[in-house]
């Protein structure tokens, strides 16, 4: 329950609203292992603790890296934080996507706006063992072209890798000349094969909701479709009781669960 | 017209319909094709025209006079494009814009009305495959609507 | 840790006046006792120094909304049944410091509490009650994590169960399987026998550590006589519990009817006070509280108890996930006698009817349960299309 101090090397901005934070352990051991989908609690001094996903590359741990949205007193203090300051760290916590188990299969991965940073570990795992996976396709929705995430990264995936990253905006102004549409709208006409897909999903609720129905439509079994659920974490050890969703606790038998497994409450109202 | 009536059926839009009705729909039916950056139709005009999109993207716009083209949905191939024809005054309610050549398949409306009204059963069929379409975007307007990736 | 191996030898007998010598030998053993007293109208639980500060000749009345202690008449130590408190406010303070950190120049470092465990023996533990510590322990030992601060307490807790020789109306803990006689958890448990002009404790050992406290102070082998006087206290209880759960498969009944109209009414009563989840001995929510002084140097965190029927509890950016005082309801009790099963494999709920007492409106736990099996939507058809 204590954390561990890591320095910040860098803040990057990645969007207007969004950066990514790195960090190397204080004590110049090396950056821990972790899995795809895992979240650690951060800590700001005198501010506050947060979970934010990890958005690192798993199968080269060089340094941690956590990309977030500035929406909280916390976050908004992260951000202001300067190279060589002092943050603590807890975990790894939580589940984590099942990237290895899944080889052999197509990936279909489905991220609506911050939604795409818990998946980018997943990503880099799937680029940095591409051979071993059929297609995968990334399809991505966010609000605006402004809000697209990851710019970069997401042209090297296509070019270098052989992914089909298919991109989409809610609303988009003058020289746009990609998708606009709710994100749900790419996957009728995805290129993958239901029957032999892996699909993970991260974004909000809502998105997630009918990303799932629309997944189910074309033919994925509901235990091959994986989303990232998001509640109230105080601990990350399933001791505060924030996070509970039934018999579950989001902290440690989550984030990443089966759709199979939330079916009867995934969308119950208030649960 | 056979090839017309073969392209209507291997369009998602014409899937599984009857030979007999694929062959009446092909009746008003045309190949069209518009280059990048042509307005297919445009707000308030009287295309009375429904588009089976075979290849390349639309994008569906509203014109704003300080923001320019408002993009509120892209459409691509496999997706049908226009629906005012359905609908008394049958104008277009928004601009239409091909973003990359596009090859379609068009079908006058005054003509799909006239079929509809002689042959209740082809009606019938044709209107419940828009109202398919109709209610599709009218799902995914809402999802758009509620701005799910902003700050609520 | 109190365990439930039995000692050989037959049940011991103590006399009222030596009741002061099982304290002394606690406190000899380096234990502080912790025992019921009356404090502001209530029987609470404090440290215990005399037998003198037992609650002599106290009783308490309960029924939903209400709690009332008055004076027995005769001179039982525990002729009361249960009050608001219970042993998780020893076992999970509602306040503890977790760590202190200092700032210097751009770094800072975290200094761990240091943890003080203090060696308690608790008295007077029904029988309910030792139950709630073995949820307690499902709870916070038997998981994929271990919380350290329970561990270091619960490592270092005698407890001296007392049997419940009568019952308050809203008991229920024969449902739960739970009471009224205690069967294991305890070092020792005793049944104070209070009749016929006699006043003495019949004294079962659970583990060689009560046998320890036993052979330190006087006492005899209880009798034939004494047995039957106990096992007369012990039917007098059993009789009094009269309030009933069904718990046939109580987790299905609920998880299938979390759309029942009976969640609305009831929480048109709710006031979300969090009363029910303060005074349950199992519910063991806490928040996080990151604190700094004045100058900004110092830095702690502190944990302290939570309540799922406060609005902030679910919230995430966005809003809160349980706005409606149903939905907090609904959550808390589908958690204490449904999910909790999946969770802890055991139930959340000990039956021992405090959040009943307690509850400002006399919301009922085991009436909701009732409302909702007589009227069971989860099996139902919807032929007609009326939800």
Redesign the interface.
Known sequence: ???Q?Y?VRQIKQETHDTFTLELDP?DGTKTPSFEAGQFNML?V?????VPISISSDPTAPKYLMHTTRE??IVTKAMRKL?R???I?VRGPYGTHWPIEESAGSDIVIVA???GLAPLKPALCHLVARRENYGRVVLLYG??SPN?ILFQKELKQWRADFDLEVYV?V?????S???????V??LIP?APFDPLSSVALIC??E??MR?TVQELVRRGVNHGKIHISM???M??G??????C?M??S?VC?DGPVFTYGALE??FG???? | MEILKLAIAEHPFGKNLEPRFLKMLAGGAAHVSFKQDQHIFREGEECDFTFLINSGSVAVDIYSPTKGAITIQTLSDGEVLGWSWLVPPFRKHFDARALEVVHAISIKGQYLRDLCEQDHDFGYELLKRFIGVVANRLQKTRLQLIDIYGDN | MATSAKAASGPALIARENLQAVLDALTAKGYQPIGPSVRDGAIVYDEINSADDLPAGWTDEMSGGTYRLKRSGGSALFGYVIGPQSWKKYLHPPVIRLWKSHRTDCTFTISKNAEESPKLAFIGVRACELAAISVLDHVFLHGKFVDPIYRARRENILIIAVNCGQAATTCFCKSMKTGPRCVKGYDLALTELAEDGRHDFLAETGTPRGADILAAIPHKHATETDRESAARAWANADAQVTRTLDTTNIKELLLGNLEHPRWDQTAGRCLTCANCTMVCPTCFCTNIEDVTDLGGKNAERWRKWDSCFTLDFSYIFGGHVRQSAMSRYRQWMTHKLASWIDQFDCSGCVGCGRCITWCPVGIDITEEARAIRETDRSQKENADGNP
């Not at chain 1, 001094?45 to 603790?49: A, M, Q, S, Y």
């Not at chain 1, 746009?176 to 709710?182: D, H, P, Y």
């Not at chain 1, 050890?237 to 924030?242: K, R, S, T, Y």
């Not at chain 1, 119950?268 to 649960?271: D, F, G, P, S």
């Open positions: 329950m204590i954390p101090l320095s204080k800590y001094f005198g501010v506050g603790e929406v909280g300067k060589g300051d002092m603590g609506g706006g911050i966010t609000r809000d989409t809610d609303r988009a102004i003058g746009w000349r990609g998708n606009v549409g709710v749900t709208t006409k974004g909000p809502v998105m009918y998001e509640r109230n105080k601990c050890i399933g001791f505060c009781g924030h509970q039934e018999a606790f440690k009867n409450i119950k109202r208030e649960v």
